[in-house]
């Protein structure tokens, strides 16, 4: 049972926008920032977005992060077949004291 | 180019030991938090340990705490993992990851190696 809890499946067509959550505490996504992973079949997870909202250098902005208490959301818009992956949201728990990841969503381009 | 390498992995019956070792490179490897993350076969990830870049300051997740050990040689650009008294439940990749402080005032693993697999069977 993982701390943060994310649907465990999605799907979408391509060009159609979806979204996946990602619920918590007030001792993780309640007091620190969220970041998204994506991790295609076979390799390791690659960073999505950084502090809620904030994209890395390289990532397309069809993907976006967005924080309201202590629950997350990842969007990403005009889905294309190469978003086919499992995505994580992390963070820090203050009172474990350690990193939480939620149990992943795998997501299906349809 | 930044990389990070894992080594290390490989099949080893319950009870026993294994260290696996994170090469980093393309980076100053000294200045940087450094963690283990593990996901079990068809499972999500999970975070297992951190230490801060001068050795200082370590954290373990509950599920490791007494068995594992985290260690880096800053000499050597390398992270290394031991892990004593293996359980089953133990089994699955192991990715070292390096934390990135954002100037927005946050943390996030930005660096991933490409894993190395750790099997706990008799």
């Known amino acids: 049972q993982s701390v943060l809890t994310q649907p465990p499946s999605a799907s979408g067509a391509p060009g159609q926008r979806v979204t996946i959550s990602c619920s918590g505490s007030?001792?993780?996504?309640?007091?620190?920032?969220v970041n998204w992973y994506q991790q295609l079949p076979g390799t390791a997870p690659k960073l999505l977005i950084y502090?809620?909202?904030q994209r890395p250098s390289g990532v397309p902005d069809r993907f976006s992060g967005s924080k309201f208490g202590t629950s997350a959301s990842l969007a990403i818009s005009e889905l294309q077949s190469e978003d086919e992956a499992d995505y994580y949201c992390?963070?820090?728990?203050?009172?474990?004291?350690?990193?939480?990841f939620g149990g992943g969503t795998k997501l299906t381009v349809l | 180019e930044v990389q990070l390498v894992e080594s290390g992995g490989g099949l080893v019956q319950p009870g026993g030991s294994l260290r696996l070792s994170c090469a980093a490179s393309g980076f100053t490897f000294s200045t940087y938090w450094m963690h283990w993350v593990r996901q079990a076969p068809g499972k999500g990830l999970v975070w297992v340990s951190r230490i801060n870049g001068d050795g200082s300051r370590i954290n373990y997740a509950d599920s490791v705490k007494g068995r594992f050990t985290i260690s880096r040689d800053n000499a050597k650009n390398t992270l290394y993992l031991q892990m004593n008294s293996l359980r089953a439940e133990d089994t699955g990749v192991y990715y070292c990851?390096?934390?990135?402080?954002?100037?927005?005032?946050?943390?996030?693993?930005?660096?991933w190696g490409q894993g190395t697999m750790v099997s706990v069977s008799s």
């Open positions: 992390a963070t820090w728990d203050d009172s474990l004291h350690g990193w939480v």
């Open positions: 007030s001792s993780n996504i309640g007091s620190e920032t």
């Open positions: 990851a390096r934390s990135y402080f954002y100037v927005s005032g946050s943390f996030a693993f930005d660096i």
């Open positions: 502090g809620n909202n």
